[in-house]
């Protein structure tokens, strides 16, 4: 039988989007309310089951209903673009579902969904209803249920005619009454002044409608009579706009929202590019499937693979080695299986020349027959072109081999060309590409639980290939590096820097376990204490850490006020806590104590399982390839999100050790480097003064935006001026600036457009720099890094708006990127040609961390600093403050 499941894609999209914090992907797409409204419909579909679905939206601002009232939703506030940029996005991904989605203009999707309903009513089909409008609860029916969504979306308040009746005592269709009544703040329905829910339900349960209620005034009395006799109109049109229409001219087959499930390849495609991992793992999903079998099977046909191993061709690599010294033209594949590089299981490496591909098994790397690969692949005057070099240089590390040489890295290039595509294995890039051939891994070795090293003819087939496609890209990358202007960043940048960034992950920084554990006894300690107040104020124990328990204990046992639900009891989020804080004072307590135990199990406790046991270090993986402006993402651990802000996690920094008895840990962070960047690139001579003067930029912000001398600027000036400062560099809407302030959104607007009078530059380059972009479909960094925008030119305004945004702030942040990642190439040569001790060990953000022996402590202090500052020339100087102890610290 056919079940109809009909979605107010708005309301849910908008609900979601204030009910999830924000999240973006590495594209700066925010994805919050697209991640919320893909969960729910997940879930909605796997319980349901329905036949048919759609998903209706808005067409626009201006419907039938504006000509009898202007002002209908006119109280609304201006949708925040952080919302507004996701709605293209999510459009296309449920059409990635294989889901009808229907828009009119002039029409609401509550009509186009009533319009359904009512079909659904005459056919006599089941249908539901999700919304997060509770106005759609006049539809309810005996074929009709609706859901509607709760503060979040993971849970639903599911209406039949029989709740809705226990619930207000009245019929469904008597909703639009009470509507009438009591009007829609949200929709700026008047509905009659002084007339609220219980008021309006105890006038319908005597009364039945709003028009019985009109006619039988003589039977009320002061106030109330006198409000709704003088707001009869309100009423009656209050009624009008609150009722769905039900006759929209669809032209529309029911057979168009007929649902047939979604096909995997495109689903994971799409969220793939979401980066919603979690649900692609969840469905079982991959978007990287590569080449078919056949074509793989195809390609390997054509290829002639020689094995070299014990049961191999051992003259085969005599044959090798000649066409090495007489040519360059080779591909190398190592493949090397685990994300995490330090941990990697070397299976083994190909290397294909024009006509013959070479398969070397791990164990025969090893062999004695092997010895001059080793020392090709260990030369660095010998060039290699391979896939993903600089994992594979830390693999072969721990496997005791050395790689040097590399020359063009194709996953790296790649990742250049378009850095904001996501899926860089080699099967995906060999598509994008244009090759064919090369099977996902997944597709040959499984996946999770399911892995499995194949029998030896598919694994070596496999290696031949993967080493294959390598040598066939070649050609295609380097044309493209060219014709993009990049072949200088690349080889003169990030080729070298992936070099630097293996040997700072293999050298690995020493950890005290014994100072760790010292913290984690401080931190238990004061856990101890803090749950004992807890208990105190709670007036009995319970299980802090269980959201079930603290809800009870917050909300009924001590009254405070229930801010939102989830499917398992009281919400007891961040967010919540936060706003109950003026109302009891145990909250910053339950507060601190979350802080706390997080830096106990993540930072002490997660730390500690990281300290390689053979060198006492842990050794973080920086990669490359995963942010579109160009920054380092650190790896297996994060050392670039150890919290800093509170002193207890700033401790965690004490474990941190120079690995030589009497060195120092050295430190120096660049200053405020997006912001010099931003005075370079705008050319802004207010901002130019401020950093060519040394002055505070955020106390000079503040000074020019208030229009008060700077020392008279308060802390909260301060404050407000150094949250726009960053807030212009991260392209901050005036919905994010008043979440950040706790101010209103006009407010904010206000806020912005004063800065924008006073730093006309800034303003200048912006309108400059997205007319650029609309004109090129790109824009660069200070060196020649590119991030296409396609979405500038688009007709849609909210994908317009995201792109502008990231127009603006891509050359500042990427820029600031860049100049700390030449920075640390400079280093490293500045390093070796003064044949220095000293050793690079970290890149956190805008700082750089080193262990330095006591007779080059002195040097480095200058050397530094020095290095970091002119790095790359600006109009404004860049400045890097150092400082040194007895561990990293000390050295802040």
């Given at each position: ?594 802080q706390l135990s997080k830096l106990q199990s993540t930072y002490v406790e997660g730390l500690l399982k990281e300290i390689r046991e053979e060198t006492g270090k842990v ?274």
């Amino acid at each position: 039988m056919d079940k109809w499941m009909l979605i107010d894609g708005n309301s849910v999209a908008y609900r979601a989007f204030f009910a999830l914090p924000p999240l973006t992907n590495s594209s700066g797409l925010h994805t919050n309310a697209i991640y919320g409204f893909t969960t729910m419909l997940l879930k909605l579909l796997e319980e349901h089951k329905p036949t048919h679905v759609l998903v209706a939206f808005d067409a626009g601002k201006v419907t039938f209903r504006h000509e009898g009232y202007s002002e209908y939703k006119g109280g609304r506030q201006k949708t925040p673009p952080e919302l507004s940029e996701q709605f293209p996005v999510l459009k296309e991904l449920i059409s990635s579902f294989g889901i009808a989605q229907f828009e009119l203009s002039g029409y609401e999707a509550d009509d186009i969904i009533g319009t359904l309903t009512k079909q659904a009513d005459e056919k006599g089909v089941e249908a539901v209803v999700v919304s997060g409008d509770k106005d759609m609860l006049q539809l309810t029916s005996e074929r009709v249920t609706v859901a509607v969504t709760k503060k979040g979306v993971s849970e639903l308040d599911v209406y039949t005619p029989e709740i809705f009746r226990e619930k207000y005592g009245l019929e469904p269709r008597q909703h639009i009454d009470l509507k009438g009544l009591m009007g829609d703040t949200s929709d700026n329905i008047p509905g009659v002044p002084g007339v609220g829910e219980k008021t309006a339900l105890k006038l319908l349960h005597e009364f039945s409608s709003v028009e019985n209620v009109l006619d039988n005034l003589d039977k009320l009395k002061g106030k109330l009579k006198e409000n709704i006799e003088a707001n009869r109109d309100n009423a009656l049109m209050s009624k009008k706009l609150a009722t769905i229409f039900r006759e929209v001219p669809l032209e529309r087959e029911t057979e168009e929202i007929r649902y047939n499930g979604y096909e995997a390849d495109k689903l994971g495609e799409a969220f793939r590019k979401l980066e919603f991992k979690s649900l692609m793992d969840k469905l079982e999903l991959s978007a990287d499937s590569g080449a078919s079998e056949s074509e793989a099977r195809a390609a390997a046909a054509d290829l002639k693979v020689t094995v070299l191993d014990a049961d191999g061709d051992h003259h085969g690599i005599d044959r090798l080695l000649r066409a090495l010294d007489a040519s360059d033209d080779h591909g190398l594949y190592i493949e090397a299986i685990g994300e995490n590089p330090h941990q990697a299981e070397l299976l083994g490496l190909s290397v294909a020349l024009e006509d013959e591909v070479f398969v070397l098994p791990q164990q025969a790397l090893t062999g004695d027959f092997a010895s001059g690969l080793r020392g090709w692949l260990a030369d660095e005057t010998r060039p290699k072109y391979g896939f993903d070099m600089h994992k594979s240089e830390l693999a072969l590390r721990w496997a005791g081999l050395a790689l040097g040489g590399a020359a063009l890295d194709v996953q790296l290039a790649a990742y250049l060309l378009n850095p904001t595509e996501t899926q860089l294995s080699l099967s995906a890039v060999n598509e994008r590409l244009g090759g064919t051939g090369v099977p996902s891994d997944e597709a040959v070795y499984g996946k999770g639980a399911k892995f499995k090293v194949p029998e030896k003819d598919a694994f070596y087939r496999h290696l031949a290939l993967k080493a294959d496609a390598v040598r066939r890209l070649l050609p295609a990358v380097r044309e493209e590096l060219e014709r993009t202007g990049m072949n200088k960043l690349y080889f003169d940048l990030e080729q070298p820097l992936a070099r630097v960034l293996a040997g700072m992950e293999s050298q690995g920084i020493k950890v005290e376990r014994e100072e760790l554990e010292k913290l984690g006894d401080s931190l238990q300690s004061q856990l101890t204490t803090i749950m004992a107040d807890i208990y105190a104020k709670a007036g009995t124990e319970f299980n802090i850490g269980s959201p079930k328990q603290l809800g009870e204990i917050l909300f009924e046992k001590l009254g405070l006020p229930a801010k939102k639900k989830t499917k398992t009891g009281y919400s007891t989020d961040a967010e919540v806590l936060e706003e109950l804080a003026p109302y009891h004072e145990i909250i910053p307590l339950i507060l601190h104590y979350r802080q706390l135990s997080k830096l106990q199990s993540t930072y002490v406790e997660g730390l500690l399982k990281e300290i390689r046991e053979e060198t006492g270090k842990v050794h973080t993986y920086y990669r490359q390839t995963i942010a579109a402006t160009g920054r380092l993402s650190s790896q297996f651990p994060n050392l670039q999100n150890i919290p800093i802000r509170l002193e207890e996690g700033r401790q965690i920094r004490k474990a941190f050790v120079p690995s030589e008895p009497g060195w120092s840990i050295l430190a120096a962070d660049y200053s405020q480097i997006e912001l010099r960047v931003l005075a370079h690139i705008s050319g802004d001579e207010n901002l130019k003064e401020a950093f060519i003067h040394d002055m505070d930029i955020h106390t000079k912000t503040a000074s020019d935006v208030f229009g008060v001398p700077a020392d008279q600027v308060d802390s909260n000036m301060r404050r407000s001026a150094k949250a726009v400062n960053f807030g212009i560099v991260y392209g901050i809407s005036d919905f994010g600036l008043s979440q950040n302030l706790g101010i209103t959104r006009k407010e904010a607007a206000q806020f912005i457009e004063q800065y924008f009078s006073v730093f006309k530059g800034v303003r200048k380059y912006m309108d400059d720099i997205v007319a650029q972009a609309k004109n090129d479909g790109y824009v660069t960094t200070l060196l020649d890094r590119r991030r296409y925008l396609p979405e500038i030119r688009s007709s849609n305004f909210n994908l317009r708006s995201f792109a502008e945004r990231t127009a603006m702030n891509t050359p500042i942040q990427g820029s600031a990127a860049d100049i700390i990642k030449l920075a640390m190439v400079q280093m490293d040569e500045a390093l070796r040609e003064r044949k220095l001790k000293s050793r690079m060990l970290l890149q956190v953000h805008d700082e750089l961390v080193f262990e330095v022996p006591p007779d080059e402590l002195e040097l480095m202090k200058q050397l530094l600093p020095d290095v970091m500052s002119g790095a790359l020339k600006l109009d404004v100087p860049l400045k890097a403050d150092v400082s040194f102890g007895d561990n990293w610290y000390e050295a802040k």
